[in-house]
T-cell receptor
Framework: KAGVTQTPRYLIKTRGQQVTLSCSPI?????VSWYQQTPGQGLQFLFEYFSETQRNKGNFPGRFSGRQFSNSRSEMNVSTLELGDSALYLCASSLSGGAQYFGPGTRLTVT | AQSVTQPDIHITVSEGASLELRCNYSYGATPYLFWYVQSPGQGLQLLLK??????LVQGIKGFEAEFKRSQSSFNLRKPSVHWSDAAEYFCAVGENAGGTSYGKLTFGQGTILTVHP
């Protein structure tokens, strides 16, 4: 089975812009979770989608949003980018929760 | 709220030596526990998981971990370290809601492993 894929792998944006990141889960997996990884804060949970519904949400501002499509693919959007949003964004998929399998991440740099 | 503590930020071992990475968790019920490994610039790879049953869990790459409820610990071990094991290791706890695990993991701060030849 193919693993979790994320696109793009690298992204450079300017403050105030918005960005959309994409994640394709492992075939058959219905849960997709998103995490932000930074040197200062470590790995932090953003949100989880299961069967197109947000099932869990972390402690991030409303500028961070996501959605899941009927084929389980997921996107996350960050609006009005700030310098502090520079991070590695990781997507993980699982059958319905439990053990999660991570993609390679999208490295976002905000200038 | 659940939390995970990895007391060691950086550990250095010689190739062939044994390894133990410490992990302590805080969770109100029986947790789901995981160890992941991350190489620089890469995503996380699942090493092993504990949901229930035998408290000694075997994983990939020769790793094992032992769940000790009385100590709220889930330490990762390997009897003989290889140079390719150099990476960052993360312990994580997942929610256990009545036997259902949801897709939210809380991670420790990670332990960087350096392997000397």
């Amino acid at each position: 089975k193919a693993g979790v894929t994320q696109t793009p792998r690298y992204l450079i944006k300017t403050r105030g812009q918005q960005v959309t990141l994409s994640c394709s889960p492992i075939s058959g997996h219905r849960s997709v979770s998103w995490y932000q990884q930074t040197p200062g804060q470590g790995l932090q949970f953003l949100f989880e989608y299961f069967s197109e519904t947000q099932r869990n949400k972390g402690n991030f501002p409303g500028r961070f949003s996501g959605r899941q499509f009927s084929n389980s693919r997921s996107e996350m959007n960050v609006s009005t980018l700030e310098l502090g949003d520079s991070a590695l964004y990781l997507c993980a998929s699982s059958l319905s929760g439990g053990a999660q399998y991570f993609g390679p991440g999208t490295r976002l740099t905000v200038t | 709220a659940q939390s995970v503590t990895q007391p060691d930020i950086h550990i250095t071992v010689s190739e062939g030596a044994s390894l133990e990475l410490r992990c302590n968790y805080s969770y109100g019920a029986t947790p789901y526990l995981f160890w992941y490994v991350q190489s620089p610039g890469q995503g996380l790879q699942l090493l092993l998981k504990y949901f229930s049953g035998d408290t000694l869990v075997q994983g990939i790459k020769g790793f094992e971990a032992e769940f000790k409820r009385s100590q709220s610990s889930f330490n990762l071990r390997k009897p003989s370290v290889h140079w390719s094991d150099a990476a960052e290791y993360f312990c994580a706890v997942g929610e256990n809601a009545g036997g259902t695990s949801y897709g939210k993991l809380t991670f420790g701060q990670g332990t960087i492993l350096t392997v000397h030849p």
